[in-house]
C-alpha cells in the first residue's frame, strides 16, 4: 500500500508536501525555541527557570505540542523530499532522508525529558518526596538533558542538510549557489555540536557559534522553502534556469 502510495505521488506534489511543511516548521520552530524555551530557561539560575516554567505552564505547554508537531511534520518532509530526490538519485535520496529521520527520533527522545519537567512544576504526586530545592535542580537537570539529546541530533541534521545540498548540486535541478548554501548550513549545525562536546568555556563564543548557524541556516532554508513551493518538481519547460 505504502509502494502504491509513493507512486502515485509525482514530484510536484511531494515538493509541495516538503514546501508546505518546511513553512510550517519555520513559525513552529521560531516559537518553540526562542518564545517558549529561550524565553522561559535561564541559565544561569535553576531558580529563575523553575518559577518561569511554573508560573508560565500554559506557554511551555504550547512549545511542547510545537516540537511535538515539528517531529511529525519532519517525518513527512524525510518523505517527501526523497519522492522529490528517488528519480535521480535514489540511493543517496534515501540517505538523505535517513539522516532526517534519525535527527528526529532524537527530537522525539530529547522531548521526553519536557514531559518529565511538566511533572516536576506540576506538582505530580510521584515527585512529593522532593522538595522544591531539589525540584529546581531536576528540572535544570532535565532541560540540559533535553539540549544534550537536541544537540546530538542536529550532528545527524546537519549531515542531512550537507546531503541535501550535494543532491541540489549533482542533481542540477536547483540554482547551484542554493547547493552550496545548504552544505555550508549543515557544517556549521556539526561544527556548533562539536564545539559544545570540545570547548570547556563554549559559553563564552555561545552567540558567535549562534551567528554562525543561523545566518546560513536561515538563508539557505527560507531560499530551498521557496524553490519547493515555487520551482521544484515542475516540467523542465516550467522550471526557472538553474545556475
Known amino acids: 500500500m505504502s509502494s502504491s502510495i509513493s507512486s502515485n505521488v509525482t514530484e510536484r506534489r511531494a515538493a509541495l508536501i516538503a514546501g508546505s511543511g518546511y513553512l510550517a516548521l519555520f513559525f513552529l520552530a521560531i516559537f518553540a525555541n526562542f518564545f517558549v524555551r529561550t ?42 523530499l526523497y519522492l522529490l530526490f528517488r ?20 527530537l522525539g527522545v530529547a522531548l521526553i525529558f519536557f514531559f518529565v519537567v511538566l511533572e516536576f512544576v506540576s506538582g505530580s504526586s510521584s515527585i512529593e518526596a522532593f522538595d522544591l530545592a531539589q525540584r529546581e535542580v531536576q528540572v535544570s537537570l532535565l532541560l540540559d538533558a533535553f539540549n544534550f539529546s537536541w544537540l546530538i541530533g542536529l550532528v545527524a541534521f546537519g549531515i542531512h542538510v550537507i546531503l541535501l545540498g550535494y543532491l541540489v548540486l549533482s542533481t542540477r535541478v ?52 521557496f524553490w519547493l513551493l515555487l520551482k521544484a518538481g515542475k516540467p523542465a519547460g516550467e522550471a526557472a534556469p538553474v545556475g
Do not use: H
Open 87 to 106: 528519480r535521480q538519485r535514489p540511493e543517496l535520496s534515501l540517505l538523505t532522508a535517513w539522516f532526517r529521520l534519525v535527527y528526529t527520533v532524537m
Open 39 to 80: 524565553g522561559l530557561i535561564d541559565p544561569d539560575d535553576v531558580t529563575a527557570t523553575y518559577a518561569n516554567i511554573s508560573d508560565s505552564e500554559g506557554l511551555f505547554r504550547a512549545g511542547l505540542v510545537a516540537f511535538l508537531v515539528v517531529f511529525v511534520l519532519d517525518v513527512a518532509i524525510a518523505w517527501a
Open 174 to 225: 536547483a540554482p547551484r549557489a542554493l547547493g552550496v548554501v545548504l552544505v555550508i548550513a549543515g557544517g556549521a549545525y556539526i561544527v556548533d555540536t562539536m564545539a559544545n562536546a570540545l570547548l570547556a568555556s563554549y559559553d563564552e563564543y555561545a552567540n558567535a557559534f549562534l551567528a554562525m548557524v543561523a545566518l546560513p541556516a536561515v538563508i539557505a532554508e527560507l531560499w530551498f522553502t
